[in-house]
């Protein structure tokens, strides 16, 4: 068979919806691994504590990650045998990519967040829940993100 | 599409190239935050303060064992407590100008040049006191960027370390007349501490950074306490305007110090003019060190408050070296005072607690 746009654009936005949910990621960990390694150099007691806030900015890419294996699972580009995709259901499975990726970009928010939680329950144990709290609430764009993602794979008939 | 596709590549790029310039930029200070505010979490609190000033100058090294100060305080006495101190604050110091990123090192140079004016203050005020040239040594702290020299003119008499140090950074002649006139130290004092205070000063406007609005800020902070102090001091020892100008960063309440007839009138006076903010609502009557103490207090609430501000810039290190240098200053006053046998009522009402 031979590959159509379709198909390119599809792989386009597996790329793009890891890539970017990827950097996401890797940013926000710049921050909150920076910081935890302070709080470690003074207490190393404390690295369960900062282990928690680092795993945190993590899940931007795990969507990310997700929803390119979906696409690329819709669009068959697992196993071998790619699908005959026409440019609209392509561009639509880009649009499930770019949506993931930007949203994944949350991850540089949130890790600045959960440096900042880091710190501040390093420092005072009693304000870790309030601080995880905040961290979550940088999560939810990334969550509506492949919310609307997985709409509009179902859409395609990727799902 | 190929448009889409253009602009989806330069977004990528810009992602992938403008936000590690800006990580590679705040993560030194992250680091930093992170760091200080480990430290924080370990100074004294009210409840150990209470608990240290009940206690006698024997139980201080136990006291501080599992502390910060645990390696430096061995022995109860006075002289070691003050010594560990000292050398507790030196390394502390040259840990924060480490931490702090290279490209400010030029204006947290300050923490190394501090005790280049430590050392100087000791030569001095050995000279100034007729201490012995081997007790003057002993006070002496290995910091700072002129040791050697600094240790060679502890030999030395007051006229050949003042004409010594003509032309450095150090320069005293400007205070040795009115220190000659009255025999007061302070004057020397002063004048030290402005002299350090303006290279700061200095690096600190020259560097265009945008990083070191926190770090101005709280300079101006110190600039006009130290100012104050000054100006107070000369108000109670009756130096008139144009004597006290020497001694200060700037003086644009001429006009109130010569009017006013004693420290309370001068006092009153000033809370009209920007320096209310470290005035605030001190009462009439108060003797020069308890003056010292509510400035000193005004300082630390404003080095809080620029901690705040700035959760994730200088401001947590400015504020850590404040709160860390009233710590010091307490436990200082505290084994003092008790080496005296004052009581610890009367020890508490002198404690720089916020």
């Given at each position: 068979m031979e590959?159509?746009?379709?198909?390119?654009?599809?792989?386009?936005?597996?790329?793009?919806?890891?890539?970017?949910?990827?950097?996401?990621?890797?940013?926000?960990?710049?921050?909150?691994?920076?910081?935890?390694?302070?709080?470690?150099?003074?207490?190393?007691?404390?690295?369960?504590?900062?282990?928690?806030?680092?795993?945190?900015?993590?899940?931007?890419?795990?969507?990310?990650?997700?929803?390119?294996?979906?696409?690329m699972l819709g669009a068959g580009l697992l196993g071998g045998t790619p699908r005959e995709i026409s440019d609209t259901e392509g561009l639509i499975a880009l649009g499930a990519g770019i949506v993931v990726g930007l949203t994944g970009l949350s991850g540089i928010g949130?890790?600045?967040?959960?440096?900042?939680?880091?710190?501040?329950?390093?420092?005072?144990?009693?304000?870790?829940?309030?601080?995880?709290?905040?961290?979550?609430?940088?999560?939810?764009p990334a969550i509506f993100g492949v919310v609307i993602a997985v709409l509009m794979l179902l859409a395609i008939g990727f799902l | 599409m190929d448009v889409l596709v253009f602009v989806l590549v330069a977004a990528l790029a810009a992602v992938v190239f403008f936000v590690p310039i800006y990580l590679l930029r705040t993560t030194p200070i992250i680091y930093a935050t992170a760091v200080v505010k480990m430290k924080e979490a370990r100074l004294i609190d009210d409840k150990k303060y209470e608990e240290l000033v009940s206690l006698d100058l024997e139980d201080f090294p136990s006291f501080f064992e599992n502390t910060d100060y645990g390696k430096y305080i061995t022995e109860p006495t006075y002289e070691n407590i003050e010594r560990g101190l000292l050398l507790h604050e030196k390394d502390l110091d040259y840990e924060i100008f480490d931490l702090v990123p290279k490209d400010l090192s030029g204006v947290f140079d300050y923490l190394i040049k501090k005790w280049d004016v430590a050392n100087l203050r000791r030569v001095l005020g050995g000279l100034h006191a007729g201490m012995p040239v081997e007790e003057v040594k002993e006070g002496l702290v290995e910091a700072g960027y002129m040791y050697e020299s600094i240790q060679e003119l502890s030999e030395r008499d007051m006229e050949e370390v003042v004409s010594a140090l003509e032309g450095t950074p150090y320069d005293i002649r400007e205070g040795v007349e009115e220190y000659k006139a009255t025999n007061n130290?302070?004057?020397?004092?002063?004048?030290?501490?402005?002299?350090?205070?303006?290279?700061?000063?200095?690096?600190?406007?020259?560097?265009?950074?945008?990083?070191?609005?926190?770090?101005?800020?709280?300079?101006?902070v110190l600039a006009d306490s130290l100012d104050l102090n000054a100006m107070l001091r000369g108000k109670a020892g009756v130096v008139g305007a144009d004597e006290i100008r020497r001694f200060l960063m700037k003086f644009d309440v001429d006009r109130e110090y010569e009017e006013s007839k004693d420290v309370d009138e001068f006092l009153a006076r000033l809370k009209e003019t920007r320096y209310s903010y470290l005035i605030g609502d001190v009462g009439e009557g108060?003797?020069?060190?308890?003056?010292?103490?509510?400035?000193?207090?005004?300082?630390?609430?404003?080095?809080?408050?620029?901690?705040t501000a700035e959760a994730f810039g200088l401001g947590p290190v400015v504020s850590f070296l404040a709160l860390k240098e009233a710590e010091i200053r307490n436990i200082r006053l505290i084994a003092k005072l008790k080496a005296e046998g004052v009581s610890p009522e009367k020890i508490r009402e002198f404690l720089l607690i916020l």
């Open positions: 590959p159509t746009m379709g198909l390119g654009y599809a792989a386009l936005g597996a790329g793009i919806a890891l890539g970017l949910g990827g950097a996401g990621t890797a940013i926000g960990l710049g921050f909150s691994g920076v910081a935890g390694t302070g709080i470690i150099s003074e207490d190393p007691r404390k690295f369960g504590n900062v282990l928690v806030w680092n795993a945190l900015p993590q899940t931007q890419m795990i969507y990310g990650f997700l929803m390119a294996i979906l696409i949130q890790g600045s967040i959960c440096g900042g939680g880091a710190i501040a329950s390093a420092k005072r144990p009693e304000v870790f829940g309030q601080s995880l709290v905040l961290a979550v609430l940088a999560e939810t | 130290f302070s004057f020397i004092d002063l004048l030290l501490k402005k002299r350090m205070f303006e290279r700061v000063v200095e690096e600190a406007i020259w560097s265009r950074e945008k990083k070191l609005k926190t770090f101005n800020a709280y300079l101006q108060l003797d020069l060190m308890e003056l010292e103490r509510k400035i000193e207090e005004q300082v630390l609430r404003k080095a809080k408050d620029i901690s």
